[in-house]
């Protein structure tokens, strides 16, 4: 079984997206057209390439999350929060 200790979950419902990482949770608006993220491409410390599935459209597109402002904003410390995790998964519970 892989070890989940490391890693983060990103999923959504409606226009927010969750970003999980053990017991913290961050919540944050993102756009109206947003169905549902379907796979991780990239996780660089914070950043993060992703394909979704947006309203009205049949192909799959990249977006890009940039959690480092969301964390500041929340007067969470980055480097402290992002440094144990090795890698995200999409995941709706």
């Given at each position: 079984?892989?070890?989940?200790?490391?890693?983060?979950?990103?999923?959504?419902?409606?226009?927010?997206?969750?970003?999980?990482?053990?017991?913290?949770?961050?919540?944050?608006?993102?756009?109206?057209?947003?169905?549902?993220?379907?796979?991780?491409?990239?996780?660089?410390?914070?950043?993060?390439?992703?394909?979704?599935?947006?309203?009205?459209?049949?192909k799959l597109e990249?977006?890009?999350?940039?959690?480092?402002?969301?964390?500041?904003?929340?007067?969470?410390?980055?480097?402290?929060?992002?440094?144990?995790?090795?890698?995200?998964?999409?995941r709706y519970d």
């Amino acid at each position: 079984m892989k070890n989940t200790l490391n890693t983060a979950f990103l999923s959504n419902n409606g226009e927010y997206t969750f970003f999980k990482f053990r017991d913290r949770v961050i919540t944050f608006l993102t756009g109206k057209r947003l169905e549902k993220y379907k796979k991780i491409l990239e996780w660089d410390n914070g950043y993060i390439v992703v394909l979704c599935k947006n309203k009205n459209e049949d192909k799959l597109e990249e977006d890009y999350i940039d959690l480092l402002p969301i964390l500041d904003n929340l007067y969470i410390e980055p480097e402290e929060f992002l440094a144990p995790i090795k890698e995200v998964e999409v995941r709706y519970d």
